[in-house]
């Protein structure tokens, strides 16, 4: 699987933005998708993750009723809506994919494939 992750940009805080994952291969609805971010000098940080139908979705603390993640299998698109933005957010965003859950969402490691990332700029 190849991610492709776009959508980054710089936004006020209280703004929102909208990051795309296309991914390309037949099998992408075989795949749990995710999103990490990762600031300067700190270490790739586990942000929200969503299964194979969608109906299951888990969400690191910071963002829960902030981000939303969804998937569209028919396009091989995986999505991270982000609103109430805050400067803390600021950070590289990175897709990936995973073919089974194995009892971590936050071990990057654990996860196969990885798209190139996407910068994300919260201005205060």
């Known amino acids: 699987v190849q991610l492709q992750a776009s959508g980054g940009g710089l936004v006020q805080a209280g703004g929102s933005l909208r990051l795309s994952c296309a991914a390309s291969?037949?099998?992408?609805?075989?795949?749990?998708m995710g999103w990490f971010c990762q600031a300067p000098g700190k270490e790739r940080e586990f942000v929200a993750a969503?299964?194979?139908?969608?109906?299951?979705?888990s969400y690191v603390d910071s963002v829960k009723g902030r981000f939303t993640i969804s998937r569209d299998n028919a396009k091989n698109m995986v999505f991270l809506q982000m609103n109430i933005l805050k400067p803390e957010d600021t950070a590289v965003y990175y897709c990936?994919?995973?073919?089974?859950?194995?009892?971590?969402?936050?071990?990057?490691?654990?996860?196969?494939?990885w798209g190139q990332g996407t910068q994300v700029t919260v201005s205060s």
């Open positions: 291969g037949r099998t992408f609805s075989s795949y749990i």
């Open positions: 969503i299964y194979w139908n969608g109906g299951s979705k």
């Open positions: 990936a994919a995973r073919a089974t859950y194995s009892g971590s969402w936050s071990t990057s490691s654990l996860w196969d494939y």
